[in-house]
Each structure stands twice: as C-alpha cells, then as structure tokens.
C-alpha cells in the first residue's frame, strides 16, 4: 500500500472535485471465486481522513474471468475514477494498495500512473442571440 495525503478543494472552488488515474493489473489469482464464495486479489483505492489509520475502499477491480485461476493474466492499462465530491474542503489521505486475502501463491501486481485531481464541473454557457430589429418596410 502506498498512501498519499491531499487537500481536497473547497465546493466553491471546485464543484466536482474527482481523482483519475491509470493503473495496469498483472495477476495470477481472481477477484471473486465463484466456487468458494469469497473474494482473493485485488486492486483497491481507499481514502480516510489524514490521521486516520485504516482507509475505506471505494474502488476495486481484478481478474474478474473466473476460468483463468492460477492463470497468469495481463489485464491491460485501464483508468480508474474516484469521486471526493463528499470530502470537499478536507484534508485526506488517498491510498492505492493489491490485497492478497486468501493465499500467497497467487500474486498480483498493479501498476499505477498519471494521477491527477480534476474538476468535471460542466458548465454549459448559451451565446446571447439579440432579436434583430426589423427595420421598418
């Protein structure tokens, strides 16, 4: 896990403050295995508040092919978003960690890169059209 902690722009800064980020998953193992009903590897982005200790996940994602257990898989680059719209204003610490839950003979590798804090406020600005004056005819 390797955590970094941010300053969450204000609402009236920022309306829509989201994180983005690529990562690239190589794995031997699966998220979730049908057959025991439990979930294994995973990629996670967790965030708490900075002093805090254990961060809540609020992104996953894994080998979610159920036929390819202790397969190695390549699952390419993919980008990931988190929306901080609810820690608007706050200081908190954003964490990107693989959990391994069941075994260690499975790893599972994540590659992270090109994260950034963007604002996707979409503000929509119509041309003012006058009516043109009808000159008299």
Known sequence: MICQAIDVPNA????????????????????????RQKFFDSF???????????PTYVFTDG????????????????????????????????CFANVTREDELFNTWTIVDEIRLVNLEHRIYLPVVLQASRAPG
């Open 12 to 35: 009236q800064d920022w309306p829509a403050p989201v994180l983005r980020f690529r990562y690239h998953i190589f794995t031997y193992d699966v998220l979730w295995s049908q057959n």
């Open 44 to 54: 996670n982005v967790g965030l708490c508040p900075s002093g805090g200790i254990e």
């Open 63 to 94: 080998n979610r092919d159920p036929t390819s257990y202790d397969r190695f898989m390549d699952l390419g680059w993919q980008e990931g978003t988190v929306d901080l719209r609810p820690y608007a204003g706050q200081r908190m610490k954003i």
